[in-house]
């Protein structure tokens, strides 16, 4: 045995583990930044946030198995941000608890139905709210967009008036072409609106009764606006022109009164027609306001009111999301229909290509006289491209993204929607007063502990004990840079549950030395020099210390798969530790073990800690023995 090449290989590992604590992607900072290991929320703190399930549009509450279907969405999409030792769990009948460890982290996000619509846009009128409600009519441009294939493809944008930073475009894949063929894409630049569709309605609106239907709902508007207001807005077949009829200017003004929520229940030909309802109030309905696929709807982009076709392309039609970088370097999501949702996807752009049926009218149109396709993501349009051609394959949504926004996206497209609506309640930093000193209690412990077995290694095993110290230094500098590399790379976190199993791992190490030690204290008592008793013996214990390591590895999967929350960070760390150990016992105690079995230290009873074994020995070789019994 060459125990120098095993000691090379273990200093191997070291610097190319701490190659990338230093200097790996996600390394920042100064030398100590780059050392710190990403803690959870009981040592650091974090934020808290509680999302509280709200009655839907029918008034029917959310049953438990759509409150426990929409904790494991949102624990999926929380755990997509690269957070480990997240903690989402059900409070009550109502409430999700979402805690994070860090500070600074934006969760409102999380919680949006993600509803994913892909409607054809009908009509368009102004969404200002002003008395005055002319049809917008917006300019166009239409460029030639490379697809890096022989052929150029053909595309087209449509851009309201309003300046923005968001668009859509939509390809199909080469597939087995060779990218020969035309690639047609569809682009739109769509401004963001005013008021996100994500924010969450005033905390009183939840307060407040809710009707149990949306027909007494709407007669409660009905009662608020007045009987010649709501006979006035029913009356209407198309956008009201007021400058035409200024007395109905004024029979409609009491719809720009009500709220986000009262709007949501109105009929979608009465917030489409009536001027007065303006593009804030329909921003900031509540979330899944336009859920129903089979309904028509009303959206905004840049302040222009939209009427929206039923849904023909859903959410459930895209097999696969992922945020990626398109040829300019932007971040776009990238989405991948399934077979049924290809052929719908295709359909829909042939249909609104040809504009069949006319169903499109003028103010609706690109500047191509196509049709444009709104991609709605709960109630707002993330873009409107007009469609240059019949799109066979996958699609992209491009805009204002960065990573992360991208990330989030295609995180909620991928995990699907929810189906409990969410009201975000007030987001909380939580402190970690109280973990911080049970940290200090726990490594104060810790440490107490370790010395104490090192000072009885040394007592009873003397020169052997400096073979148990240093592998425990070894073993503790191994777990700590994995645990810095792996919180970098899938966002571990240490919590005071995984410290714990670091701990217990270290004590499973010391063992596994007696065992090996008193091994070799036998095979030199029957006989065996030093020499040869140290890889005898190491043979024997071998068995044992990997029969003992196996267990205590299987024993931290079967935990880290059943439980969840700090148990499963307790159940992390006992078997990344274990594994690191088994690593440090064939790599460094063995050769040391052997490199010290040639040194006349390790004869000597008082220096090596072998005790009574080299002396029985020693008495033993003075009498006649049986040349081939110790041979044997």
């Known amino acids: 045995m060459r125990p120098g090449r095993q000691l090379a290989v273990l200093g191997l590992v070291f610097v190319v583990l701490y190659l990338l604590v230093f200097f790996s992607g996600g390394a920042k900072g100064g030398w100590q930044d780059r050392l710190e290991p990403r803690l959870g929320l009981d040592l650091i703190g974090g934020t808290r946030l509680t999302l509280e399930a709200t009655n839907s549009l029918d008034g029917k509450p959310p049953t438990a198995a759509n409150l426990e279907e929409a904790r494991q969405i949102i624990e999926s999409r929380v755990n997509a941000y690269g957070v480990a030792e997240a903690e989402v769990v059900t409070e009550g009948n109502r409430n999700i608890v979402i805690s994070l460890p860090g500070e600074n982290r934006d969760l409102t996000n999380v919680g949006n139905p993600a509803e994913l619509r892909f409607r054809k846009v009908l009509k368009a009128t102004d969404g200002s709210g002003a008395t005055a409600a002319p049809a917008p009519s917006p300019s166009a441009s239409a460029t030639p967009a490379p697809s890096g294939s022989a052929t150029p493809a053909p595309s087209g944008s449509a851009a309201p008036k309003a300046s923005g930073g968001a668009k859509a475009t939509a390809s199909p894949s080469a597939g087995g072409q060779g990218g020969m063929a035309p690639t047609p894409s569809a682009s739109a630049a769509a401004p963001t609106p005013s008021a996100s569709a994500s924010a969450a309605p005033a905390p009183s609106a939840s307060a407040e009764p809710v009707p149990q239907s949306i027909e007494q709902q709407r007669k409660a508007i009905e009662q608020k606006v007045g009987p010649a207001a709501w006979a006035a807005a029913s009356g209407l077949k198309a956008p009201a022109d007021l400058t035409s009829d200024p007395s109905l200017a004024e029979k409609l003004k009491p719809f720009s009164t009500l709220s986000p929520q009262e709007i949501a229940v109105l009929p979608v030909e009465m917030q489409f027609n009536v001027p007065t309802i303006s593009c804030a109030q329909l921003d900031t309905r509540p979330a899944a306001s336009i859920k129903d696929e089979k309904q028509k709807a009303v ?108 990330n989030a996206l295609a995180s909620q497209l991928r995990y699907g929607a929810l189906p409990v609506t969410f009201v975000p309640q007030e987001q909380q930093n939580v402190t ?129 798969l059943v439980s969840v929350g700090a148990v499963k960070g307790f159940a992390f760390a006992l078997g990344l530790a274990t594994v690191l150990d088994l690593v440090v016992v064939f790599l460094f105690r063995h050769p040391i073990m052997t490199m010290f079995a040639r040194t006349r230290a390790f004869l000597s009873p008082r220096v090596s800690g072998l005790g009574r074994a080299l002396p029985a020995r020693s008495a033993e070789q003075g009498t006649a023995r049986n040349p081939r019994v110790k041979e044997a």
């Not at 295709?346 to 149109?365: H, K, M, P, V």
């Not at 349009?381 to 926004?405: H, M, R, W, Y």
């Not at 004590?507 to 008592?525: H, M, N, P, W």
Request: charged share 15%; with cysteine; aromatic share 8%.
């Open 299 to 406: 959206s905004c982009e840049a302040g222009a009111k939209y009427l929206l076709d039923v849904a023909k392309v859903l959410g459930t039609d895209v097999s696969d999301a992922n945020a990626v970088l398109d040829q300019t370097s932007s971040w776009v999501v990238s989405l991948k229909f399934t077979g049924k949702g290809q052929e719908k996807w295709t359909a829909l752009t042939r249909e609104s290509y040809n504009n069949e049926g006319q169903a499109c009218d003028q103010t609706a149109l690109g500047q191509d006289g196509k049709c444009r396709v709104a991609v709605v993501l709960d109630n707002e349009i993330v873009s409107s491209p007009e469609i240059q051609g019949v799109l066979t394959g996958d699609s992209q949504i491009t805009g204002s993204f960065n990573n992360k926004s991208a």
């Open 432 to 560: 970690a007063t109280l973990g911080s000193s049970h940290l200090q209690a726990g490594l104060l412990a810790a440490g107490i502990g370790m010395l104490l077995v090192i000072i009885y290694s040394f007592f009873y095993y003397r020169l052997l004990g400096s073979v148990i110290f240093l592998s425990l230094v070894l073993s503790g500098l191994l777990v700590f840079g994995a645990l810095v590399v792996l919180g970098r790379s899938i966002g571990f976190t240490l919590t005071l549950a995984g410290i714990a199993g670091m701990i217990v791992s270290l004590g499973v190490a010391a063992d596994s030395f007696v065992i090996y030690f008193e091994r070799l204290k036998d095979e030199i008592r029957e006989g065996r020099s030093p020499r040869s008793a140290v890889p005898r013996a190491w043979v024997r214990a071998r068995r044992t210390i990997i029969s003992a390591n196996a267990i205590t590895l299987m024993s931290a999967v079967v935990l880290y």
